[in-house]
């Protein structure tokens, strides 16, 4: 695995998977809620890619809470990436599931934390939140919102618990933007925080308010 780094949007997203867990993307890679596929771009030449999503430029358009990854075989690609998704449908246990199954090797995971200090104190100060499109309650039925609010914990939580269900193992894990190297004065900033949180809230606390997304490698071969 490299060293994480701050990213910003779908793109840059995109580049941070296939940069810091470039070695888990080699044969075969099923992109699932890839969007415009922007994952592609950032593999190896020699990689097969298969995007699905059921909007923006899929190579398949597949509603995975209606059909899950059913029209896909038992170890059917070698990796799969999953990018903040799960938390958009109603079925994202099944879906996790059917990820363990159709990776041969690896499945790459992101999760967001809804919990995040910097977004609740926005909610709370302003009413409106970072993501405001997935969350709220809009005069109109928006096309896509977060269907789950968890946090940090629970993310992890259900992460591993799904997993070693499904015969699965978590490999590697980032706690972004935590594990991301800071600048000396961010470092103290943190160091403040921390021991000023640590008597009330634990690291738990500490981590529900200053991790914003959790990622995982998992291990599918034994699925």
């Known amino acids: 695995m490299n060293e994480p780094f701050w990213y910003n949007g779908r793109v840059e997203r995109a580049e941070f998977a296939a940069d810091v867990f470039d ?27 298969t995007g699905i999503d059921i909007a923006g430029d899929p190579d398949i358009h597949v509603n995975l809470e209606e059909e899950k990854l059913e029209r896909f075989d038992q170890n059917q690609y070698e990796t799969i990436a999953c990018l903040d998704v799960l938390e958009h449908i109603e079925n994202i246990h099944e879906v996790f599931d059917d990820i ?11 999760l967001p934390n809804n919990y995040m200090m910097r977004d609740m104190k926005k909610a709370l100060l302003t009413g409106q939140t970072v993501s405001r ?8 039925k928006p096309e896509d919102r977060h269907k789950w609010f968890f946090n940090y914990q629970q993310a992890k939580s259900f992460i591993n618990r799904r997993a ?5 193992t978590v490999i590697e894990q980032v706690d972004y933007p935590e594990d991301v190297p800071f600048t000396k004065m ?11 949180t640590a008597p009330f809230y634990g690291k738990e606390g500490y981590d529900n308010l200053l991790v914003s997304t959790l990622w ?3 291990d599918t071969s034994n699925s």
């Open 23 to 49: 070695e888990y993307f080699e044969s075969s890679v099923l992109d699932v809620g890839c969007w415009k596929r922007d994952l592609e771009s950032q593999l190896p030449v020699n990689t097969q890619y």
């Open 100 to 110: 363990c199954r159709v990776a041969s090797d690896y499945a790459i995971i992101s």
């Open 164 to 168: 070693q269900q499904n015969n699965a």
């Open 216 to 218: 995982v490698v998992l």
């Open 133 to 140: 499109k997935f969350y709220g309650l809009p005069p109109e």
């Open 186 to 196: 961010e470092k103290f900033k943190r160091f403040v925080f921390r021991t000023l």
